[in-house]
């Protein structure tokens, strides 16, 4: 575990008094944690070693990836660094101008620790930049005469200019040193005509899953008539989360209790958005994660558990989501459900048709008020580009709507590939990401795991590890405690 990691839990499990968490506990913010031992402008560029460069690279949500070898003693590396820190401020970290695109890193092969790692990419000089996709670096090797490697040396960066213009003419980009957030938007990802980049929303379900749990301890949501929710919700996290696979979730059912299980990455919250990143600093973001892993959810709930998910996601947003207005209107949607779910395809039919009843309510006001994302408007979705087979027939109903006549079969198929197939994590293992049929992948994942069968104990012992909700975990381990206690003291008297 990060040392960031055991201090946090440090704090939680050991500083905190836990009989006074439910009224007065509020935990460090990021911004406190990201300060300690900080200077006036901390380096961005990730600082790696042998032992943890296979898993940073292997965990990055970029597309490319740039490593600098280098040797501390070195004078003309010492001279090089600004430079190559001006380039990684516009990809590296939570002010990046341009997050989840170029990791940007850096190796001290001067370091004794680190000899093996730059003999396997064969260094030869100081500083030396490769390039490449982050997962080909991962327990590869690389030797300059090697023919058709993805790995590339960059043989002109020897200023930030220069190392800037030659990742713009391999990615065909314009980034520019001058850029500022949300400006060159060209770069942002069009996730209405490409499918695929559903696949890099996992970063931001994670991002989302930590940030709903941090806003639920900032604004002390944990009360005795919002446990039994939170604790339903974060059962349904661990058996259904999309950055875990099932086989985790099955030992866990089998007593199992995965010490290295985590609902989420490890270095979540990153700070930044990828897939749901909007055009301006007060768009998307958190409402499209949150979206992102209610849907990814749904697809993973099995039949027989379908109603209790409904009941679960509904009442957790009744409780714990922030935003009252938005709250409200989709506490009414549920309560106006008379039927009940006996299927995943219900569950997820439900909620995709609810999302966009959202989304056309949306639509008007943004437009009205001039509030809209202008590279992501609200849509009805998925758009005729993403799915044409799930429209049977398409009409304007008016001047400001459409008419659409779904096909919910070709729906149903959609969503469970795009949120059950698609969306994976670089963690998850291939037995879900691949070419198979859409409803057994859905009826796998279902009958392979259930959030009741995920007993509370294992759930909250990932908790304590996890998405910045540890202190609830220890809270709840307390009252379990307690539980068994007087179980116990009640036994006694019977006999």
């Known amino acids: 575990m990060a040392p960031r990691s055991l201090f946090f839990l440090f704090l939680l499990v050991v500083i905190i008094p836990i009989h006074g968490f439910g009224a007065?506990?509020?935990?460090?913010?990021r911004s406190i944690l990201r300060s300690l031992g900080d200077s006036d402008a901390p380096d961005v560029a990730v600082d790696l070693n042998a032992t943890t460069f296979d898993a940073?690279?292997?965990?990055?949500?970029?597309?490319?990836?740039?490593?600098?070898?280098?040797?501390?003693?070195?004078?003309?590396?010492?001279?090089?660094?600004?430079?190559?820190?001006?380039?990684?401020?516009?990809?590296?970290?939570?002010?990046?101008?341009?997050?989840?695109?170029?990791?940007?890193?850096?190796?001290?092969?001067?370091?004794?620790?680190?000899?093996?790692?730059?003999?396997?990419?064969?260094?030869?000089?100081?500083?030396?930049?490769?390039w490449g996709p982050p997962s080909k670096f991962v327990s590869s090797r690389w030797d300059p005469k090697q023919e058709k490697s993805?790995?590339?040396?960059?043989?002109?960066?020897?200023?930030?200019?220069?190392?800037?213009?030659?990742?713009?003419?391999?990615?065909g980009s314009s980034f520019s040193l001058d850029d500022e957030k949300f400006e060159n938007e060209?770069?942002?990802?069009?996730?209405?005509?490409?499918?695929?980049?559903?696949?890099?929303?996992?970063?931001?379900?994670?991002e989302a899953t930590a940030n709903a749990f941090e806003i639920i301890l900032d604004h002390k949501m944990i009360k005795p008539d919002t446990r039994a929710p939170l604790i339903k919700f974060l059962q349904l996290l661990v058996a259904h989360h999309p950055s875990k696979s099932s086989e985790?979730?099955?030992?866990?059912?089998?007593?199992?209790?995965?010490k290295n299980y985590w609902i989420c990455g490890k270095e979540v919250p990153r700070g930044y958005w990828i897939f749901c990143?909007?055009?301006?600093?007060?768009?998307r973001g958190f409402s499209c994660g949150l979206w992102v892993l209610l849907h990814s959810l749904s697809v993973r709930v099995g039949?027989?558990?379908?109603?209790?998910?409904?009941?679960?996601?509904?009442?957790?947003?009744?409780?714990?989501?922030?935003?009252?207005?938005?709250?409200?209107?989709?506490?009414?949607?549920?309560?106006?459900?008379?039927?009940?779910?006996?299927?995943?395809?219900?569950?997820?039919?439900?909620?995709?048709?609810?999302?966009?009843?959202?989304?056309?309510r949306l639509?008007?006001?943004?437009?009205?008020?001039?509030?809209?994302?202008?590279?992501?408007?609200?849509?009805?979705?998925?758009?005729?580009?993403?799915?044409?087979?799930?429209?049977?027939?398409?009409?304007?109903?008016?001047?400001?709507?459409?008419?659409?006549?779904?096909?919910?079969?070709?729906?149903?198929?959609?969503?469970?590939?795009?949120?059950?197939?698609?969306?994976?994590?670089?963690?998850?293992?291939s037995s879900v990401n691949g070419n198979r049929n859409d409803l057994s992948l859905a009826d796998d994942i279902a009958a392979s795991t259930n959030a009741v069968a995920v007993p509370i104990g294992a759930a909250l012992g990932i908790a304590l590890a996890s998405c910045a909700f540890g202190a609830l975990a220890c809270f709840w381990r307390a009252q379990q405690k307690n539980r068994k206690y007087l179980h116990h003291l009640h036994s006694l008297k019977n006999i």
């Open 303 to 360: 039949d027989g558990e379908s109603q209790a998910a409904f009941t679960t996601i509904c009442d957790f947003i009744h409780n714990f989501f922030i935003c009252e207005e938005c709250r409200r209107h989709f506490y009414n949607m549920c309560s106006r459900v008379s039927t009940h779910f006996n299927s995943t395809r219900d569950l997820t039919l439900w909620l995709w048709s609810t999302h966009n009843k959202v989304n056309e």
């Open 186 to 206: 060209n770069t942002l990802p069009r996730n209405a005509s490409d499918p695929e980049q559903i696949a890099r929303a996992i970063y931001d379900v994670e």
């Open 56 to 130: 940073a690279l292997k965990g990055s949500p970029a597309t490319f990836a740039v490593v600098e070898f280098f040797a501390h003693w070195c004078p003309a590396c010492r001279n090089y660094k600004p430079h190559y820190e001006k380039v990684a401020r516009l990809f590296n970290g939570p002010e990046a101008v341009h997050p989840g695109i170029v990791f940007m890193a850096r190796v001290d092969c001067a370091m004794k620790v680190n000899t093996n790692l730059c003999d396997r990419f064969s260094v030869s000089h100081y500083p030396m930049l490769l």
């Open 248 to 258: 985790e979730v099955i030992r866990l059912q089998e007593g199992d209790a995965a």
């Open 363 to 429: 639509m008007k006001e943004e437009k009205a008020l001039h509030t809209e994302d202008p590279v992501f408007p609200k849509v009805m979705w998925p758009t005729k580009q993403l799915c044409p087979s799930c429209y049977h027939s398409l009409s304007r109903a008016s001047s400001s709507s459409m008419q659409i006549d779904w096909n919910e079969d070709e729906v149903f198929h959609f969503l469970v590939n795009h949120y059950g197939n698609i969306l994976v994590s670089s963690h998850m293992d």
């Open 150 to 171: 993805e790995i590339q040396s960059i043989d002109d960066g020897r200023t930030a200019e220069r190392l800037l213009n030659w990742i713009n003419k391999r990615m």
């Open 277 to 283: 990143r909007g055009s301006k600093n007060e768009t």
């Open 24 to 29: 007065s506990f509020r935990p460090p913010g």
